[in-house]
């Protein structure tokens, strides 16, 4: 996370052919079909996500399973996106002056794109939207469920949320230009329309979701019967410092963008450095050793028990490999900002085309560790015996159920 704006002062290249409200829509549409993969993969390893998100079954055998009512719905997405982009490409032919005059096309889409979630509509998944949208509004406050209710459905959709802060603020900048006098939702995104400081401060607002929810779950335990066995919460405090230093990140950046002497640059771009050191390594860390239940940066004790260097017992993907390649592309990905320490990259995550591929990026780690993420609460599930988040055991003592 880095939230740095784009400096390209001319209508690109790239916003010729893929204007910002497109990519916006690209974006949720790939979500629809990763989300789908995820179920699809994680079915085919026996493990019920619906089960573990509290989602209700399947009434009768008859019923289409989950991934197959969430492809139905990617598939619909795709097509009219489809539609949609090759009409403006029809009827603009990359001409600058026709694709910012034609820019109601784009945002016809995106009414349509939304009205697909909040619209009934006959031959759709509708269930799973309307759970979507009660989910979606609890957390959009940073309320969570209690752990029968469906509280790690709530975790993994804030969770979620947090690697679309780009995207939310692309929405922002979308309206914001659409609606501005003598402006144009397919002009060059102008990341300052609003404000300086508007478009950072919704960018923060998943983190400051998570954070509340931590400290929710902080509150639960403190006020369990039952504190003995499920420690005085501190792994919740730990979670919600980690979603804190997301604040750092995004001050500092929008800071640099107002800075004025050169004196002022260095000092702000070092702080930013630091800030966003932190924040990567830290999360790095946390996706390992408690998303994912690691044992990389455990104790030799426990390191040394008999499973591979690093990882833990219970490999549901089977593949050592595996689990060792994704967390080196996690850690690769985490630390998506370098690039713009590189002499011959640091311009690049500043293009338009370079702003989009780091979105795609973090939308991918996200989708990768999904995977994982649920993996792990499966293993928790099945381990206990008894309900997710069950923090009665002696043998998960201090370890919450959160990431």
């Known amino acids: 996370m880095d939230g740095d704006p784009a400096v390209e002062p001319q209508l690109d290249a790239f916003s010729l052919v893929f204007p910002l409200p497109f990519r916006v829509g690209f974006i949720v549409t790939l979500a629809v079909w990763g989300w789908g993969i995820n179920l699809h993969w994680l079915h085919a390893?026996?493990?019920?996500?619906?089960?573990?998100?509290?989602?209700?079954?399947?009434?009768?055998?008859?019923?289409?399973?989950?991934?197959?009512?969430?492809?139905?719905?990617?598939?619909?997405?795709?097509?009219?996106?489809?539609?949609?982009?090759?009409?403006f490409w029809l009827c603009t032919w990359h001409v600058p002056a026709r694709v910012i005059a034609y820019d109601?096309?784009?945002?016809?889409?995106?009414?349509?794109?939304?009205?697909?979630?909040?619209v009934p509509l006959r031959n759709l998944p509708t269930g799973g939207r309307r759970r979507f949208l009660a989910t979606l509004r609890r957390v959009s406050i940073g309320g969570i469920a209690e752990a029968q209710d469906g509280k790690f459905g709530d975790i993994l959709l804030a969770d979620v949320l947090t690697s679309y802060a780009k995207v939310f603020g692309d929405v922002f900048v979308t309206l914001c230009m659409f609606f501005s006098a003598g402006g144009s939702s397919t002009d060059h995104p102008n990341r300052s329309c609003g404000g300086t400081l508007f478009v950072p401060l919704l960018m923060a607002v998943p983190s400051i979701i998570r954070f509340r929810q931590c400290l929710i779950e902080y509150l639960r335990v403190r006020r369990a019967p039952y504190k003995e066995s499920a420690g005085w919460g501190g792994q919740h405090l730990a979670n919600a410092l980690k979603y804190s230093t997301a604040f750092?990140?995004?001050?500092?950046?929008?800071?640099?963008?107002?800075?004025?002497p050169e004196s002022d640059m260095v000092t702000l771009h070092r702080a930013w450095l630091v800030a966003v050191l932190v924040n990567s390594l830290y999360s790095f860390y946390w996706d390992v050793a408690k998303d994912w239940d690691l044992t990389l940066f455990s104790s030799r004790e426990r390191a040394s028990a008999h499973h591979p260097w690093g990882l833990r017992d219970r490999l549901v993907f089977r593949s050592a490999g595996l689990y060792y390649f994704v967390i080196g592309l996690d850690l690769m990905l985490r630390c998506s900002w370098s690039m713009k320490l590189s002499p011959h990259l640091d311009k690049f995550a500043d293009y338009e085309s370079g702003i989009f591929l780091i979105e795609l990026l973090e939308v991918f780690r996200r989708w990768m560790w999904i995977f994982f993420r649920v993996e792990t609460e499966w293993i928790r599930n099945s381990s206990t015996g008894l309900g997710i988040d069950d923090i009665l055991l002696g043998d998960y003592q201090g370890k919450d159920d959160d990431d």
């Open 45 to 87: 390893f026996r493990i019920d996500v619906p089960a573990l998100i509290r989602y209700p079954g399947r009434s009768s055998p008859q019923h289409i399973s989950h991934h197959l009512s969430t492809y139905r719905l990617a598939i619909v997405l795709t097509a009219l996106f489809s539609l949609s982009i090759t009409l």
């Open 104 to 118: 109601w096309m784009p945002m016809t889409y995106l009414v349509a794109l939304v009205a697909f979630f909040f």
């Open 248 to 260: 750092p990140v995004i001050i500092t950046s929008a800071m640099q963008r107002g800075a004025g």
